[in-house]
Nanobody, 130 residues
Framework: QVQLVESGGGSVQAGGSLRLSCAASGYAYGIYCMGWFRQAPGKEREGVAAIYTGGGSAYYADSVKGRFTISQDNAKNTLYLQMNSLKPEDTAMYYC???????????????????????WGQGTQVTVSS
């Protein structure tokens, strides 16, 4: 199973930026799909973005489209989430997830990130103040 460690969370004011990182390790063969999820207190977990690690095709939830960018550095086995124009409603614990199984990262109709990724990180907190 893939081990994932997130970093880069913190507290920012609305309109600010943060970059989350997710370092992957402990796997013998390739990761097929990676994603970022978030969960705010009292709310369901939301798939924010996902990417096919081989081809780079990405998906974004409507709530973050145009503000967040998911990217990867295969040489460093690291996934990133660049978050710009942050809003108070972006406040949540953010989780990185990975899957080595060749399953769809996301669906487009309806649009959503697949929820049942095999490996999950511990999360990093993002707090946006108004």
């Amino acid at each position: 199973q893939v081990q994932l460690v997130e970093s880069g969370g913190g507290s920012v004011q609305a309109g600010g930026s943060l970059r989350l990182s997710c370092a992957a390790s402990g796997y013998a063969y390739g990761i097929y799909c990676m994603g970022w999820f978030r969960q705010a207190p009292g709310k369901e977990r939301e798939g924010v973005a996902a990417i096919y690690t081989g081809g780079g095709s990405a998906y974004y939830a409507d709530s973050v489209k145009g503000r967040f960018t998911i990217s990867q550095d295969n040489a460093k086995n690291t996934l990133y989430l660049q978050m710009n124009s942050l809003k108070p409603e972006d406040t949540a614990m953010y989780y990185c997830a990975a899957d080595q199984r060749p399953l769809p990262c996301y669906s487009v109709n309806p649009g959503r990130v697949r929820a049942n990724f095999a490996s999950w990180g511990q999360g990093t907190q993002v707090t946006v103040s108004s």
